[in-house]
């Protein structure tokens, strides 16, 4: 069964635009990471974030977490056509050993 | 470094036929897992290794699918009788260590077309 949601399903957007993907899961979690998979370098980790942490950057991304509303954000600042790609959240859930569950991913185009 | 390996690439099968896929995970990386993904979805687990041993198979269809990782180190994952909704991609991951912060490396996948 797959936890997380992610909402939109496919974003459009220019060069230079941000770009805001949520995920949405139903049980509790020891922590939830953001994965991009493009043909070119198929699935690669972007970012981790503990079920005790709220916020946290890396480069351009930014990635908040609200457990209480079971919910996170991926934030892409000034987006790069390189960035088209499809995002996935995965949590980890608690009691887990390191077992992800994915959701469906938001695909995301960014236009030159 | 090295990212985890898997072979073939491409596979196509008629129904009812076998298929295997091989992975080499990084090196010195204790964990390994297989995942199945379905056109349009998110990665689904399937098998977790901690070295030699199964973590967790509890996505694993047993009457077709069998995995194994000799030694601690190369995995195989089989299916057999294959049916038409197998067509997926496979992924292979491994990490380090299996605990909560371990990050997951993928290699590029064996997409299966069952026909």
């Known amino acids: 069964s797959q936890q997380g949601e992610e909402d939109p399903q496919a974003l459009s957007i220019q060069e230079g635009e941000n770009a805001t993907m949520n995920c949405s899961y139903k049980?509790?979690?020891?922590?939830l990471q953001w994965y991009r998979q493009n043909s070119g370098r198929g699935l690669v980790h972007l970012i981790l974030i503990r079920s005790n942490e709220r916020e946290k950057h890396s480069g351009r991304l930014r990635v908040t977490l609200d457990t209480s509303k079971k919910s996170s954000s991926l934030l892409i600042t000034a987006s790069r056509a390189a960035d088209t790609a499809s995002y996935f959240c995965?949590?980890?859930?608690?009691?887990?050993?390191?077992?992800?569950?994915f959701g469906a991913g938001t695909r995301l185009a960014v236009h030159p | 470094e090295a990212g985890v390996a898997q072979s073939p690439r491409y596979k196509i099968i008629e129904k009812r036929q076998s298929v295997a896929f091989w992975c080499n995970p990084i090196?010195?990386?204790?964990?390994l897992y297989w995942y199945q993904q379905i056109l349009g979805q998110g990665p689904k687990l399937l098998i977790q290794f901690q070295n030699n041993g199964v973590v967790d198979d509890s996505q694993l269809p047993k009457d077709r699918f069998s995995a194994e990782r000799l030694k601690g180190v190369d995995s195989t994952l089989k299916i057999q009788p294959a049916k038409l909704e197998d067509s997926a991609v496979y992924l292979c991951a491994s990490s380090l260590d299996g605990g909560r912060l371990d990050t997951q490396y993928f290699g590029p996948g064996t997409r299966l077309t069952v026909l």
């Open positions: 090196s010195g990386h204790a964990t």
């Open positions: 049980t509790s979690i020891n922590n």
């Open positions: 995965a949590t980890d859930p608690s009691g887990g050993y390191n077992k992800l569950i």
